[in-house]
């Protein structure tokens, strides 16, 4: 089993969420000597910029169109961190109290991560998207300041089931 960790936190060793995803593996790996695990820090990794020339990319491949060299260069580099997203069986992401929301450089490896062709595809004649990732598995850190009073509408509380779902661990 390749399992990805995605460590969100700027926070790095001082990450309570980082800490407790670690943790968490280190059991698992425990009880499954065979699994590996690969860290993802999305505020180390170089990701391309998500601007009109990766738009343009992505529509040239939604539309099977020919995309320019800059295009392409900037697609290139988008599907080499899709691929090893793809690869995984298991997801954990290590979430760090975030303004009632997820980091924008999680947001941004999301964006990038998330491309036509490699992890899902579109059709016309259905507009709704088929995604290509079904047997994989999630599991989340997140760490919240408080979590007595929050109730099912909360924005801390969607900002984690946005990740990964009504499943999330909350660590207050």
């Known amino acids: 089993m390749r399992i990805l960790h995605i460590a969100a936190s700027p926070g790095k060793d001082a990450s309570l969420s980082g800490a407790t995803a670690c943790a968490l593996l280190a059991a698992y790996l425990g009880h499954h000597p065979d699994a590996s695990v690969d860290t993802l820090d999305v505020w180390d ?6 601007d009109a020339t990766m738009i343009a990319a992505k529509f040239a491949v939604l539309r099977a169109q020919n995309a320019t060299p800059e295009q392409q260069a900037q697609w290139a580099r988008a599907v080499a961190i899709s691929q090893r997203f793809n690869s ?79 499943g999330c661990a909350l660590w207050g």
Not at 96 to 120: A, C, E
Not at 123 to 130: G, L, M, N, V
């Open 45 to 50: 990794i170089d990701l391309p910029a998500f």
């Open 88 to 166: 995984a069986d298991l997801y954990v992401f290590s979430l760090p109290m975030w303004n009632f929301g997820v980091p924008y450089r999680l947001k941004h490896f999301i964006d990038v991560v998330t491309l036509p062709g490699q992890n899902w595809a579109w059709s016309r004649q259905t507009a709704i998207p088929r995604c290509w990732i079904t047997s994989a598995r999630c599991w989340c850190t997140a760490a919240l300041a408080i979590t007595r009073w929050m109730h099912p509408g909360c924005p801390m509380r969607l900002s984690r089931n946005h990740i990964c779902g009504n």
